[in-house]
T-cell receptor, first 112, second 111 residues
Framework: ELKVEQNPLFLSMQEGKNYTIYCNYSTTSDRLYWYRQDPGKSLESLFVLLSNGAVKQEGRLMASLDTKARLSTLHITAAVHDLSATYFCAVDYMDSNYQLIWGAGTKLIIKP | ETGVTQSPTHLIKTRGQQVTLRCSSQSGHNTVSWYQQALGQGPQFIFQYYREEENGRGNFPPRFSGLQFPNYSSELNVNALELDDSALYLC??????????FGPGTRLTVT
């Protein structure tokens, strides 16, 4: 069974700093997703990564995928307060049936 | 283009009762997935429907069942409710295996 681990689970940082969230998964997968969730809200899709070496950027967020290492990173550049949220990665998994397996989430707090 | 909608927004049920949650997919999307998110935790995949057929299921017991209709709207049914079923239930629609768009969720409380 596929397991997805995120680290750190909690991150408090200052505005203007850079940081990276890591998402490791335990078995082969072709597709990885990053989502954002604000407190009490639903989930917002950030990135869909489909192949080894995929890199996508949106504003101050950049996501990458290394399928050989089974690792994705979400990099935050020059953080601003509005990026405070919980970030989840999720991975497609297919054995006898399809599942989408989620990490536990990284709660990010960005202080002014 | 309308987004994903869910009803009701909040619901309180008693242990042992049955509940039906509803989801209206984004226009043109043929795939719907349902998730359970307990407070402070990540979403747990319940199941996915593609063109009215279940094509994926997570580790949930059979008392969690679903339907997808020809217009691609969907229902999640939970029988014999337990206290641990209290959670936020999210549905998401997509076009096959592409990016998913989430609804606002239904907050279910079981007492």
């Amino acid at each position: 069974e596929l397991k997805v681990e995120q680290n750190p689970l909690f991150l408090s940082m200052q505005e203007g700093k850079n940081y990276t969230i890591y998402c490791n998964y335990s078995t082969t997968s072709d597709r990885l997703y990053w989502y954002r969730q604000d407190p009490g809200k639903s989930l917002e899709s950030l990135f869909v990564l489909l192949s080894n070496g995929a890199v996508k950027q949106e504003g101050r967020l950049m996501a990458s995928l290394d399928t050989k290492a089974r690792l994705s990173t979400l990099h935050i550049t020059a953080a601003v307060h509005d990026l405070s949220a919980t970030y989840f990665c999720a991975v497609d998994y297919m054995d006898s049936n399809y599942q989408l397996i989620w990490g536990a989430g990284t709660k990010l707090i960005i202080k002014p | 283009e309308t987004g994903v909608t869910q009803s009701p927004t909040h619901l309180i049920k008693t242990r042992g009762q049955q509940v039906t949650l509803r989801c209206s997919s984004q226009s043109g999307h043929n795939t719907v997935s349902w998730y359970q998110q307990a407070l402070g935790q990540g979403p747990q995949f319940i199941f996915q429907y593609y063109r009215e057929e279940e094509n994926g299921r997570g580790n949930f017991p059979p008392r969690f069942s679903g339907l997808q209709f020809p217009n691609y709207s969907s229902e999640l049914n939970v029988n014999a409710l337990e206290l641990d079923d209290s959670a936020l239930y999210l549905c998401a629609s997509s076009l096959t295996s592409s990016e998913q768009y989430f609804g606002p969720g239904t907050r279910l409380t079981v007492t």
